[in-house]
C-alpha cells in the first residue's frame, strides 16, 4: 500500500507540475509493482485520467479563458495563438509521462495519449465560453482576408471591386498566414480542430459563400454562374483550407471531405439564392434559361424539389395571383413557367404542383377562355402563336391517354408525383394542351373561337378571310376538323357573299353602295340584335338590295340585322365637313337632323323607336364629334357653324370600339340560362315562389341531362345577375330575396 501511495504522490505532482520529475527507473519499478495487481492496475487508470482531468485540463482550460476574456479586440488573432501555444505547450511537457503511464495501465481508446487526448477535447468542449466562437470567427476571417489578398496581388483581377475593401498589406499578410499555419498544426496535434474550429469555419465559409453569390450572382440570369462560383470556391475557399491544414496525411483525407462539403453547401445556398428570384427568372425567360439550367443542376444535388414548388406557390399567390393583374398577363407568365419548370424537372412534377393555383384560378376568372383564344389568334408576335404554328402540333383529346402505350421503355412516376395524374400528361410538352386541360374539355374553346371569328370577320370592312382560313387550318391540326365544321361555313358564308355581292351589283343599280354579308342562321353563334326604325333613304336601298339577292338565290330572302354593320357618313355643315364610319344606329340618329335640325330625346326616341337609354348615348357621340349639342335639357340641335377649338372632334373616342366595346356575340352562358327560363319558369308557376338558392340547386339536379347543363353549372352570382334581368323585363317580382312570377 505503501509504494500506492508513493506511486500516486508522485504522479500526482509531475501531472500538476511537469518539472517535478522522479528518475524513469524508479517510475518505472513503482508501475511495475502496482500494475501486477489487475484491481489496482485498473484503479491506476481511472486515478490518472480523473486526475489529468481534474488537476491538468481544467485549470488550463481556465487559464486559458482568462487570457482570452481580457484579450483587446484589435489583439484577438496574436492572443488566440499564444493562449493554444501555451496549451499545447503545457500538455506535451506532459507526454513522457502519459507515454509511460500507458506502458502499465490500460486504455479504453488505441493509447493512453488518445485518451487523455479525448478527455481535454471534452474539458474544451464543456467549458468553452459563448465569447469563444466570436473570436475564433474574427480570427479565421483576419487569416481568410490575408490569405485571399495575397492570391488575389499574385492573380490580379480575381476579386471585384467591391472585395477591395478588404486587402491586407502583403507583409502583414504574411505574418497572418505563418500564424495560421502555426496555429493549426498546434491545434491538430491536440485534436482540437474541430471542436475550436468547426463552427465558426462552416460559419465563415457560408458568410464567404453568401457574399460572392450576392456580387457575382444575383440578378444575373443571361449567363450560367454557378461553374464561376464553384471555380471560386475551390480556388479560394478550398485553397485557404488546404494551407490551413496541410499538416498530416488525416488532414488530407478531411480536406477531400470538406471539398465535398464545400460543393454541397455551395450547391444548396446557390439554389436557395435562385428560389427567392425564381419568379423573376419566369418572366424572362427564355432569356434567363442559363438562370434555370444552373438551378437544375443543385436540385439535382441538393433535392430542393419541395422548395422550388412551395417558393413559386407563395409568389404567385403573392405577386401574379390577384384582382389587380390582367388575364394575358398572368397567361404570359403561366405559359413561360410552363416552358422554364420543363426545362427545370422534365418529370414534370415541379410544374404540375407548383402551377395548380395558377390553374385554378385562370379558371375561376370568365375572361381566360377568351384570351387564350385571342391570344392564339392574334396577329401580334406571341408565344401562344408560336406554339400553333409548330411543325408537329399534337391533337387535343378529351383525355389522358394511357401511360402503357410504351411499355417497353415505361419508368415508375416520381414518389412526390400525384397518384391522380398519369405520367403522359404530366411530361406533355404542349403548351396548348396544358391551357385546354385547365377546363378539361375543349368545347368552351371551340365555342370560344366561333365568338371571335364572328366578331372578326362582322366588324371587318373587306371581304379578306385569308388570315382567318390560315388560323382555322391550324386549329383544325389541335381541336380536330369536326369540332370547327360550323367556323368553316362561317368563312364559306363570307367567301360566298364577295361573289354574290358583285353579281348584285352589276345586275341592279343601288342609290348607295351597299355591301353585305350572307350569313346561314344555323352555322354562326346568336348575334346581339337591337329594334330600331332606319331611315327611309337606307330602307329603300336594303330593299332594293334584297330583291337583287332573290335574283340572284331564287326562293330566298334576306333578314337584315339593323345593328350590325358599318356606315360610312359624309356631313356637310355650313363651315366644315365631317367624315365618319359609324354604326347604323348613330347613323340613324344623326340622320334624324337633316329634315329637323332639332329634336327632344322623347320625340327622337319615338321617331326612330329606340328607348332613350340607348338614344342618350348615341347623341353623346354626336356632341363629342361637334355635331349636335344640347341646348336646353333632353334638347339637342345642329351645330351649323362650330365656335370652339376644333381639337374635339380629334379627339373624340373611336365610334366603332365604343358601340361594338361589348362584342357583337351574345354572350353564350347567357343564351344558355335563356334556354333554362322555361325551367325556371314552371318551377315559380308550381311553387309560387322560391328563394335564390332554392332555384340555384333545383338547376343542379337539371344539369345532369337536358338543356339546361349550362344553367346547373353556373355560379350563384351568375343566376343572381340573369333573375335580375328577368325583373327588370317585369316577368319576375323580387321581394326579400324571393322571386315570383308577375300576375298577367
Known sequence: MNTWTSLIESVGSMIREPSVCLPE?????????????????????????????TSCFLRLANE???????????????????SVSFLHNELFARKDLIDLMGKYVPSYCRNLWEEVLLVLQAVVFVHTPHSMDDIVFD?????????????????????????????????????????????????????LTHVLLGKSLNE??????????????????????????????????????????????????SLSIWKERLHLLTYHLFGSMRLSELFDIIVDFPDSEPAVADLKICTEQTGQKQQVIQSLKESFELRLLHPGANTPDILTQYVSAIKALRMLDPSGVVLEQACQPVRQYLKRREDTVRCIVANLTDDSNNELTDELMLSDPVLIEESDESDYEDAENWVPDPVDADPEKTSKSRKSSDIISLLVNIYGSKDLFVAEYQSLLADRLLM?????????????ELLKLRFGESSLQYCEVMLKDVADSRRINSLIHEQTKLDMNVSAVVLSDVFWPTLKDEKFKLPEQINSVLETYTEGFTGV??????????????????????????ELSVSPAQAAVVMAFQDQSSWTVDALSR????TQSLLRKRLAFWVSHGVVQEKDTDTFIVVEEQQHDTTQIEHGYDDLDAEFSEGLVVDQRQEKLQVCWSFINGMLTNLGSLPLERIHSMLKMFAVQGPCGAGGDCSLQELKSFLDLKVKEEKLTLSGN???????
Not at 150 to 159: H, I, K, P, R, Y
Not at 227 to 240: G, P
Not at 738 to 744: N, Q
Request: aromatic residues 8%; charged residues 25%.
Open 553 to 578: 338565290k331564287a326562293n330566298r330572302t334576306l333578314e337584315w340585322k339593323a345593328k350590325l354593320g358599318v356606315v360610312k357618313l359624309t356631313l356637310e355643315l355650313a363651315d366644315r365637313v365631317v
Open 460 to 472: 371587318s370592312l373587306s371581304y379578306d378571310i385569308d388570315k382567318e382560313m390560315r388560323n382555322l
Open 204 to 253: 465563415l465559409v457560408e458568410e464567404e459563400i453568401k457574399q460572392t453569390l450576392k456580387t457575382k450572382c444575383t440578378g444575373h440570369f443571361s449567363s450560367p454562374v454557378l461553374a464561376e462560383v464553384l471555380h471560386w470556391v475551390d480556388s479560394v475557399l478550398f485553397r485557404w483550407m488546404g494551407t490551413m491544414f496541410e499538416a498530416t496525411a488525416e488532414s488530407v483525407e
Open 738 to 744: 324571393v322571386y315570383r312570377l308577375v300576375k298577367t
Open 64 to 82: 486559458l479563458w482568462r487570457r482570452l476574456d481580457a484579450t483587446k479586440e484589435s489583439q484577438t488573432v496574436e492572443c488566440l495563438s499564444t
Open 607 to 610: 321617331e326612330i323607336q329606340m
Open 25 to 53: 527507473e524508479q517510475l518505472s519499478q513503482q508501475l511495475s509493482t502496482v500494475t501486477s495487481d489487475a484491481r489496482l492496475k485498473h484503479k491506476l487508470h481511472m486515478w490518472f485520467v480523473d486526475e489529468m482531468k
Open 139 to 191: 480570427c479565421l476571417t483576419h487569416w481568410f482576408r490575408a490569405f485571399h489578398s495575397l492570391n488575389t496581388n499574385s492573380a490580379a483581377g480575381e476579386l471585384d471591386e467591391s472585395e477591395c475593401d478588404d486587402m491586407v498589406d502583403r507583409n502583414e499578410a504574411d505574418q497572418l498566414i505563418t500564424t495560421c499555419l502555426h496555429f493549426t498544426q498546434q491545434l491538430h496535434a491536440l485534436q
